[in-house]
């Protein structure tokens, strides 16, 4: 490897009260990179995700950003940083229109008028839906807003959620263009998805997690080699 990695969790244990559902998880990505986090439902692909984020404390190993170790650092702090997380379900306001929630982009010091800039440069159908409430839009137009505000942020590093819930194969396709789009002007990604198809299309690399562990990791191809007939299906 060429580049170190600018994300890293490194023998990462997690779970919820005396539970643990993630065992000694170890993973990296690049700058510029798209990693597939797959693995059926339950598998701890959330939690991974959300360690991943700052969200979710260990109980033990470490978050690297950039070589940092930032394990326990204030999820605000780590979000001014650069690590924005997409969760599953989009995390959109559904009442406010497009427009109210790109202006509650703010927290990176970007001006309102550069958010919707970005916006809506990345996403053009969003702009003719401005003055549209968001929940009323289809979902595959939500997971643009969702986003486009992700973007509009700056991000160094985006994680995204099954970003695939729900919507038809065409959108998933459409939606991971973009992802593709966005990791090649620098940003890190990390995509976590019950159905491999679309993702590994984007993806530099890829892990299988089943029950807390890492199971398979390669490079796209091996791992839809390996998948084969398992769960490649869905969208
Ligand atoms: P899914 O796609 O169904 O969300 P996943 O691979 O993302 O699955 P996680 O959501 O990380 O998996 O869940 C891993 C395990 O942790 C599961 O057994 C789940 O029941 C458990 N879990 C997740 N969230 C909580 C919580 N808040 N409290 C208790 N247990 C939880």
Not at 91 to 114: D, Q, W
Not at 120 to 143: D, K, V
Not at 152 to 168: H, I, K, Q, T
Request: glycine share 12%; aromatic share 4%; hydrophobic share 45%.
């Amino acid at each position: 490897r060429t580049q170190p990695p600018l994300l890293a969790l490194r023998g990462v244990e997690a779970g919820y009260g005396a539970i643990t559902v993630l065992h000694s998880i170890d993973l990296e990505v690049a700058a510029g990179e798209v990693l597939a986090v797959l693995g059926p439902n339950g598998a701890g692909k959330s939690t991974t995700l959300r360690v991943a984020a700052g969200l979710h404390r260990p109980s033990a190993g470490d978050l690297l950003l950039d070589g940092r170790p930032v394990t326990g650092a204030d999820p605000v702090a780590l979000a001014r940083s650069g690590l924005c997380l997409i969760p599953e379900g989009r995390g959109i306001f559904p009442t406010l229109t497009v427009g109210e929630n790109l202006r509650m982009v703010t927290y990176r010091g970007v001006s309102r008028a550069e958010v919707e800039h970005r916006a809506f440069t990345a996403f053009p159908r969003l702009a003719q839906r401005r003055r549209q409430r968001a929940g009323t839009m289809s979902g595959g137009e939500q997971q643009m807003l969702a986003m486009a505000r992700a973007i509009a942020g700056d991000p160094a590093v985006l994680l995204l959620d099954e970003l695939s819930m729900g919507l038809a194969p065409r959108i998933v396709g459409e939606l991971y263009d973009k992802v593709h789009e966005i990791a090649a002007t620098g940003v890190t990604i990390v995509a976590v998805e019950q159905f491999a198809a679309a993702v590994l299309g984007v993806a530099t690399t890829a892990v299988v997690m089943a029950d807390g562990r890492i199971v398979l990791a390669g490079a796209p191809d091996d791992i839809r080699g390996e998948l084969q007939g398992v769960y490649l299906g869905g969208p």
